[in-house]
């Protein structure tokens, strides 16, 4: 079996995967962000909803959202899994909802973006949080 099939299949067993894993990405995190340099940093953190301890850790979150249907075509694209296998990995994360109430920004990138527009939405984001670090000074 492999670690993903185990850790979406057994509660038990993805708490320790994640207890082994999180301090790990903890450290390469703050190790990556004490040598950043720019306007702002981003942070791809795929269960933040669920994680709990990101929020205080972040000034803002950006949601990059697409339907439920466009998101299960990307990964079967992607990763060649099974309609079951993504249900049963999306079952555990947390809902769409939620990840948008937690959104400071929301970029669309449904089955219908163009890269053209996908670009757009997200300098329109870029610019926003390069304003909001030159006022925060």
Known sequence: RSMRDLAFS???????????????IGVVTQERASRAQG??????VPLLVESGRWRNRVDRI????????TQVARVQAR???????????MSVQA?????LALADDVVLNDARTTL??????????HERWCSSAR???
Request: glycine share 4%; aromatic share 4%; hydrophobic share 45%.
């Open 10 to 24: 057994d509660p038990a067993a993805r708490i320790r995967l994640e207890a082994i894993i999180h301090p790990m």
């Open 39 to 44: 306007c702002y940093l981003v942070f791809v």
């Open 62 to 69: 950006c949601v990059v959202d697409c339907d439920p249907a």
């Open 79 to 89: 990763n060649g899994l099974t309609p079951e296998a993504i249900a049963r990995i």
């Open 95 to 99: 809902s769409r909802k939620d990840r």
């Open 116 to 125: 053209a527009q996908l670009r757009q939405r997200a300098c329109v984001v």
């Open 135 to 137: 006022q925060q000074g």
